[in-house]
């Protein structure tokens, strides 16, 4: 599929997935796209765990507790580390959004569907440190996301979103 | 061109740009591709000025004084606005962060070159609020990146990277 058609389609997958496992070179061909992305003065603050082995997936799924990843037959973990681009300015949230993007976008060209889960993991629950821990992961990374990759189940929808005009405009605000 | 071909070829282009304009229509796709990139909870926090009318264009590089950008014929503009997703958390940075990339894989697809401008517009000259008074951009947004648009002049060029096996693993860190 082109990039503009595949950027159109691609939505947040919030429904089951089918039993159908996701091939090794299929979610190689999904990271090497997340690496691909750029990031702040080439610092490639950004790393990935895919996790496809059903023991770790019931270890993260106990903590996850999310109905729509449970079924889920294999999940991107993302891991950022706070380097600077250059003196105190840290681009690592920019640079594991835009791998995140590609990863996104190649998950669709691939035939699955998936979703940015990184609130939950950051924030309320604080389930990040749990699932780093179950994967080994050391101090000096943070896990901020996670990708569940699957066959989708059910239909995909797509949100409402604000008309072009309201955010885009040609020479000047508004215009 | 497929998703996974242009994710890899798309590189930041630091070149100067041939005289040929970018067609309206080409910067509305563009654009339609960065608003199609996901936001936390919907919250839709990016929105784009392109600027390809030589007088504006003429008035942006005064302050942005960037060698690599100068010559190219349009610029597009990511604007964000800090609305929280929920309670007092934030997802603006990787709301535009997804956007840009989308705008880059597009611009890529499209026939062009571009690069993520984003250090020099807030940190070391904070050209960005300059940038926006040029454009007329109320106070609650805040102008935090451009990307140049057009056709590049000179070869395009990857930067080093890690090898796949210390950035990505599978069911567990370093495995």
Redesign the interface.
């Known amino acids: 599929?082109?990039?503009?058609k595949?950027?159109?389609e691609?939505?947040?997958y919030r429904g089951g997935y089918e039993n159908t496992p996701v091939p090794?070179e299929d979610?190689?061909?999904i990271?090497?796209?997340?690496?691909?992305?750029?990031s702040?003065?080439?610092t490639?603050t950004?790393?990935?765990?895919?996790?496809?082995?059903p023991e770790?997936l019931d270890k993260l799924r106990k903590v996850i507790e999310s109905e729509f990843v449970i079924s889920a037959p294999a999940v991107i973990c993302v891991?950022t580390q706070a380097i600077p681009?250059?003196a105190d300015?840290y681009?690592n949230?920019?640079d594991y959004?835009?791998a995140?993007?590609?990863m996104?976008?190649?998950i669709?060209?691939l035939g699955y569907e998936s979703c940015?889960v990184?609130?939950q993991v950051t924030?309320v629950h604080k389930i990040g440190k749990q699932m780093a821990n179950i994967?080994?992961?050391?101090d000096n990374?943070e896990l901020v996301c996670f990708l569940p990759v699957g066959v989708a189940y059910s239909p995909t929808r797509h949100?409402?979103?604000?008309p072009?005009n309201e955010?885009?405009?040609?020479?000047?605000?508004?215009l």
């Open positions: 599929m082109s990039v503009l595949v950027i159109n691609r939505t947040s090794k979610l190689i061909k990271m090497e796209a997340g690496l691909a992305a750029p702040g003065c080439n490639q950004t790393s990935l765990i895919a996790v496809d082995d770790v891991l681009g250059y300015v681009f949230v920019q959004s835009a995140i993007q590609n996104l976008l190649a669709v060209e940015w990184e609130g924030d994967l080994g992961v050391p990374y949100p409402k979103k604000k072009f955010r885009a405009w040609f020479n000047g605000f508004g």
